[in-house]
């Protein structure tokens, strides 16, 4: 079993940033791709953010490209999501995810957090 701890989540104003970590335990992060959705009430769970196994390649959701960045430090087996320019829309619950693929389909993951609540205010 892989065990995920999301951290970093807390209350903001439109604009500012938050850094989102994941820690993870039970196997090292070389061992899967790593991502990050979100879920705001009454909606379904979201995409957010892809890193690969090796750490080379990136992806993001329409949404978040060009503010969010994901990186991972594997000795430290942390995940992170730095969340800049932060809008109203982008609060939600944000899961980390691990797997042998982390794609737009959340079926597709395999191990969850329990999730870190980001609210931006207006």
């Known amino acids: 079993q892989v065990q995920l701890e999301e951290t970093g989540g807390g209350l903001v104003q439109a604009g500012d940033s938050l850094r989102l970590s994941c820690v993870a335990s039970?196997?090292?992060?070389?061992?899967?791709?790593m991502g990050w959705f979100r879920q705001a009430p009454g909606k379904e769970r979201e995409w957010v953010s892809t890193?690969?196994?090796?750490?080379?390649?990136?992806y993001y959701a329409d949404s978040v490209k060009g503010r969010f960045t994901i990186s991972k430090d594997n000795a430290k087996n942390t995940v992170f999501l730095q969340m800049n320019s932060l809008k109203p829309e982008d609060t939600a619950v944000y899961y980390c995810?691990?797997?042998?693929?982390?794609?737009?389909?959340?079926?597709?993951?395999?191990?969850w957090g329990r999730g870190t609540q980001v609210t931006v205010s207006s």
């Open positions: 890193i690969s196994r090796s750490g080379g390649g990136t």
């Open positions: 995810a691990a797997g042998p693929v982390v794609t737009r389909e959340p079926r597709h993951t395999t191990y």
């Open positions: 039970g196997r090292h992060l070389n061992a899967y791709s």
